[in-house]
Every structure is written in structure tokens, then in C-alpha cells.
């Protein structure tokens, strides 16, 4: 409402100052007359410290960060909120994957996740968003699911070579090794590891037992 009222102030202005309808009269209330008609097609977000709102105007796209922000309706489309604080936990096997082989001829259920976030946690906290925007393009224009199909394989060559028992009990080993190899190329997809949390964490591994 108080944009509305900014805009109608010259014309109040004009029609004080001069008592008569003249035409610099005319012109602001003309200029406030499209001022509302334009503010029912407009609207506005806030965009929280730890976000990113996509936004595609006219086939292009803009990232937007931290702030309040005005978009117009039907030109402006909301394509994607991206979340810049530590996110939750990626399964690697969902309760529907089929049981991971082990030597001899063995099979059990494995549970692993993963644990990253988008963008520098430094970056964000500071309110770098050139830098920021840099690393949600590159987590953006990328194929989401590829670095945790890199981990899944990854385990995987690690855990076929192994009994049951073994794999358990050097699960962490296990999750050092296959984070050696794939965190080095983590900043390629805009990722980054969570403050204070492993990348990967595998959980005991028990034969015949259901997931939690």
C-alpha cells in the first residue's frame, strides 16, 4: 500500500501547489494510474540468508540471494529454491535397491548417506554471493544425481571384495577411502562438505536384517 501512496504523492503535490487541473497534474495521475494497474501483476519475496531462488524471465535465468526481491506475475517464474545451509542426509541405497553382493557368495542390505551442502559454507556465511552464484550455476546446470552415483560405484568396487564382517568392521576405512578419491572433485558440482560432519558415513552392515 505504501508504494501505491508514493506514486499518488505528486499528483496531490500538483493539485496543491497550482489549485487547478493542470496538465503536470494530469500527467501524475496518469503516471499513478499505471503504477496500479502494474503493481496487481507484481509481487515480492524474501529470500532468506542460507537460499537461493531461481528465477526465469524470458528464457533467461537469474539467481537470486539474500534480500527482498520484486517479481512480476506471468513474467517472472519461480524455478527452483535452493537450499545454501547443510542439507539433509542423500541415501545412496533406498529401501527398494536390491542387496550388495559380498565374498564368498554373500548379500546383505547396506546403508550409507552422504553429507554436503551447496556453495562454501565460508562464502555464504561472509555473503559472498558472486562467488556463491558461481558454485549453485555449476550444482545447477549439472546432473544432480551424478555425484552420488560417483560415491555409490565407488563403495560399491570397495564393498564386492569384502565378507560381511569385514566390510562392517572397516566401515569407516571403507568411507575415508572412497571420500580420498571423490572429494577432491567436489567443488566441479558447486558441493561442498557439511562443518563438522564426515562426507560419507556407512552404517553396520548385518545379514538377513531389514533397514531401519
Keep these: 500500500m505504501w508504494e501505491y501512496l508514493i506514486w499518488l504523492m505528486p499528483a496531490a503535490m500538483v493539485f496543491v501547489g497550482t489549485g487547478t487541473l493542470s496538465g ?79 565374498l564368498p557368495d554373500d548379500s546383505a542390505p547396506v546403508e550409507a548417506g552422504l553429507y554436503y551442502q551447496i556453495g562454501n559454507p ?29 560415491v555409490t560405484d565407488r563403495l560399491l568396487q570397495i564393498l564386492e571384495k569384502m565378507s560381511i564382517a569385514e566390510a562392517s568392521t572397516e566401515r569407516k576405512h571403507i568411507a575415508s577411502e572412497v571420500e580420498d578419491a571423490v572429494i577432491p572433485n567436489l567443488k566441479e558440482f558447486g558441493i561442498y562438505e557439511q562443518t563438522g560432519k564426515k562426507f560419507l558415513k556407512i552404517e553396520p552392515i548385518f545379514r538377513n536384517i531389514s533397514r531401519r
Design 122 to 150: 565460508r562464502d555464504v556465511a561472509a555473503g559472498n554471493w558472486d562467488r556463491v552464484e558461481k558454485d549453485v550455476r555449476k550444482w545447477f546446470y549439472s546432473n544432480k544425481w551424478l555425484i552420488s552415483r560417483i
Design 24 to 102: 503536470a497534474w494530469w500527467a501524475s495521475v496518469a503516471l499513478a494510474a499505471v503504477w496500479l494497474i502494474l503493481c496487481k501483476f507484481m509481487c515480492q519475496i524474501d529470500v532468506g540468508k542460507e537460499e537461493c531462488v531461481v528465477i526465469e524471465r524470458f528464457g533467461k535465468l537469474r539467481f537470486l540471494f539474500h534480500g527482498r526481491y520484486t517479481l512480476i506475475i506471468g513474467v517472472d517464474h519461480i524455478q527452483e529454491r535452493i537450499s545454501l545451509g547443510p542439507r539433509p542426509r542423500e541415501e545412496l541405497f533406498p529401501d527398494t535397491a536390491p542387496a550388495v553382493k559380498f
